[in-house]
C-alpha cells in the first residue's frame, strides 16, 4: 500500500483583502511591472544583474522591505539614497500599483518590486549572505490572542532573515503597538546569531533614514507611540 503523503499547510500572516483597483493602479501594474516589477522564481537573483550595477558598483548596498503598504516610504528611501538598491515585497496588489506609478513619477532606476509572499519570495530569490538590511515596517499585529500565531516574527523567521543577511547586516522593526513591540523583542531576544543594536531590552527613536508617515504624524497628533527595533546580524 503507497505511504500517504501528509501537507501542512503554512500559517500566513497576511489575508488578501484588496480593494478595487483604479485606473492608474491597474495601468502601472500592466505596463510598469514588466519593467520594475520581478516575477517569484525558484532560484536566487543575481542583484547586480537586477539592479544593471557593474564593478565596482557591486558593494551597492542591498536593501529589502517586507510589506511596504502604499509604497510612499520605500520609495522615499529609494529617492533618498540612490547609491543603495532595493527591493519592495508586497501582497496586496493596489499598494504595488501605487508605488510603481510613485517609481514611475521620480525616475527611480534603484528599486525593484516583486507581488507575492514574503516568506516563500525570501526562500527562494534571495541568496545567502546577500542583503545589508531587512525592513519590517507596521506589519499586521494580529491583536487578537489567537491570532497571534500569525504575526510574522516569529523565531522560525528570524532565522530565514539570518540567513538572508549579509554579517553585520539588520532587521529592523517597527509597530505602533506596544504589545507586538513586546512580542517582538521577546523572539528576538530569543533568536540565535542577533544582537540588538540599542542594547538589551532597549527601543530605539526613529532613524532619520525611515521617512515619518502621515499615518505616523496622524498617530503622533494623538499621542500614540511608535517602537524601532534593529538587531544586528553577528554570527
Same mark, same amino acid.
Given at each position: ?14 489575508? =488578501? ?12 501594474? @500592466? ?7 520581478? !516575477? ?10 537586477? /539592479? ?6 557591486? @558593494?551597492? !548596498? ?5 510589506? /511596504? ?24 496588489? !493596489? ?27 525570501? =526562500?527562494?530569490?534571495?541568496?545567502? @549572505? ?18 497571534? =500565531? ?6 522560525? /523567521? ?7 543577511? =549579509? ?15 513586546? %512580542? ?39 499621542? %500614540? ?11
Amino acid at each position: 500500500m503507497p505511504e500517504e503523503k501528509t501537507f501542512i499547510r503554512r500559517i500566513r500572516s497576511f489575508v =488578501k483583502r484588496e480593494g478595487r483597483l483604479t485606473a492608474g493602479q491597474e495601468r502601472a501594474l @500592466n505596463e510598469l511591472f514588466p519593467r520594475y516589477g520581478l !516575477p517569484l522564481q525558484d532560484t536566487p537573483l543575481d542583484l547586480d544583474d537586477t /539592479f544593471q550595477r557593474t564593478a565596482p558598483e557591486s @558593494n551597492t !548596498p542591498r536593501i529589502l522591505e517586507i510589506g /511596504f503598504g502604499n509604497g510612499t516610504s520605500l520609495s522615499e528611501m529609494a529617492a533618498n539614497n540612490p547609491d543603495q538598491d532595493y527591493i519592495g515585497i508586497e501582497v496586496h496588489r !493596489p499598494g504595488v500599483g501605487n508605488l510603481l506609478l510613485q517609481v514611475e513619477k521620480l525616475g527611480l532606476t534603484n528599486l525593484r518590486v516583486i507581488n507575492d509572499d514574503g516568506v516563500e519570495v525570501l =526562500k527562494q530569490m534571495i541568496a545567502d @549572505n546577500s542583503l545589508d538590511a531587512i525592513y519590517l515596517f507596521f506589519a499586521d499585529p494580529w491583536h487578537k490572542k489567537r491570532h497571534h =500565531k500569525r504575526r510574522i516574527v516569529q523565531k522560525e /523567521f528570524v532565522q530565514l532573515l539570518r540567513k538572508k543577511l =549579509k554579517p553585520g547586516g539588520v532587521f529592523h522593526m517597527a509597530t505602533d503597538w506596544q504589545h507586538y513591540a513586546q %512580542h517582538m523583542m521577546s523572539v528576538m531576544n530569543e533568536s540565535e546569531g542577533f544582537e540588538n543594536t540599542a542594547g538589551k531590552d532597549q527601543y530605539l527613536p526613529r532613524p532619520d533614514y525611515r521617512p515619518l508617515t502621515k499615518f505616523e504624524q496622524r498617530g503622533q497628533r494623538l499621542g %500614540h507611540a511608535v517602537w524601532d527595533l534593529i538587531f544586528k546580524k553577528v554570527a
